[in-house]
């Protein structure tokens, strides 16, 4: 790529382009749910996520080609509405039943939409586990712990050996794979995941729980885990003049689309991350997730 500090190296894994659905890191673990899914014999599936979601776009078109019923739980943002966004008109447009919630509620929700499915005859598959959102961790974290091999593979036909990965992280399903591919590898890689919304003390946490669970109980410091929640400018969505020019930046020097809620965010987080640490000289590997739908949301912006 083109894009250059002067100092540190970089190259970006073009997640975003994976060929199903625009993209994205949610391809890989909508794979994995469907999977899991089988193996389990349901036969709909139950998502949850909100206007923006990704993963809720990823699968519904996955159910659709499937011929699976699908059910999107989501819920009203804090002023109570629901926005449309392009994400949120693919889901609707292929067919997905949107059940709409209010956060406090999501558990009973769930459990409505549970049941509802029971009696019609269904065998419904949570992507999240139990009513709670709780239990089903370690099927997405398969997700990036298999990505890495694809990383190795790159080192090793390249001779080009990565000092950091740097990649937005939410719920920080991504990065607990990401730093499980490398535990298995036994490598030393510094994985970053700049937070697009939650703070690092309850998601470190989190991020733990989802590697033990991945590797069989194995126990892994926080100290270990960069989440950086320095860079998310007061919550989900939010950013800031800097992000719109890194997205601009990157689109006119590479043809690269970033979007101000995941990717930008964490690109523009990675870069004063660096500068912050004072880090040069180093081969640096962002993981690009997706979203591109979300960068035609915010084209009026760029
Ligand atoms: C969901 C998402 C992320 C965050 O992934 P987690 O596994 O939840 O941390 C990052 N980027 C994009 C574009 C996403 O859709």
Known sequence: ????????????????????????????????????????????????????????????????????????????????????????????????????CNKKNISQTVKKVMDDCIQKGLNPYYIYGNIFGKGNEKVAVEAYATAYDEINEFESESGVTFDYI??????????????????????????????????????????????SEYMNGKVYREKDIYFEDKYVLGGYGNYNNEIINVINEMLSHDGISLDPTYTGKAFWGMTEYLKENSIGGKKILFIHTGGLPLFFDNINLI
Do not use: W
């Not at 990401?178 to 697009?196: A, E, P, R, T």
């Open 1 to 100: 790529m083109n894009y250059s500090d002067g100092s540190n190296h970089y190259y970006i894994k073009r997640d975003d382009l994976l060929p199903f659905s625009f993209g994205g890191n949610k391809v890989r673990i909508a794979e994995q749910y469907f999977h899991d899914m089988k193996n389990k014999n349901c036969d709909c599936i139950i998502a949850y996520g909100n206007s923006r979601s990704n993963l809720c776009r990823v699968i519904a078109n996955m159910s659709k080609s499937l011929k699976i019923p699908c059910f999107v739980i989501s819920p009203s943002d804090d002023s109570g509405g629901h926005i449309e966004t392009n994400n949120s008109r693919i889901v609707k447009a292929l067919g997905a039943k949107m059940v709409y």
């Open 166 to 211: 740097f990649h937005a992280s939410g719920t920080g399903t991504t990065q607990a794979g990401l730093i499980c591919g490398s535990l298995l590898y036994g490598d030393n890689k510094k994985i970053v995941g700049i937070s697009v919304a939650r703070n690092a003390s309850d998601n470190k946490e989190i991020i733990k729980h989802n590697i």
